[in-house]
């Protein structure tokens, strides 16, 4: 299996919080799962723990590489920007991941790398994994809270996700 490609000062393990999260289901393709992360208009409607998605310079309503966007998830408000896009193409993964940030204080300041990582496997299956590192005194915060934020919000946007995909299907 494919894992997440990290940029320099995000390698986990050497930030402030990581989270990772994993689900493989039957019966789903990459095709199927893609457009419902590729659009973040629509996070809302399976995600509720992300809001008031807006894009810069009159792009979207797609991600696409280098493309600046604003979300407002777990109390922060993001702004965000696409450093790695690859679509759906077959026999390899499809990848999306950008650098967040929030805050503009050493108390308040918030840097993310959200990355994603979307492959078919055999027996007609998908694999979606999500991981994030983080740095700042924000994410130190999210690293000592118990239960974890991180894990068990990106859990519900996983499952939501394939949720609102085996729906769209049937």
Known sequence: MNEIIWPEGYLPG????FASNEMIVAGLSVAEVWPLLNTPALWPTY???SANVRFYDGKGPALADGLRF???TFGFPVEAQVVEHVAPQPGEPARVAWHGWAGSTPEDRLDVHHAWLLE???GGR???LTQETQRGKPAQA???AEPNPMINGHDQWLRGMVAAA???KA
């Open 120 to 122: 078919d496997l055999s």
């Open 166 to 168: 085996l729906k769209a």
């Open 126 to 128: 998908v694999r979606i």
């Open 14 to 17: 050497f930030t402030d919080n």
């Open 47 to 49: 995600y509720a723990n």
């Open 142 to 144: 999210l690293a000592a």
């Open 70 to 72: 604003y979300f407002e």
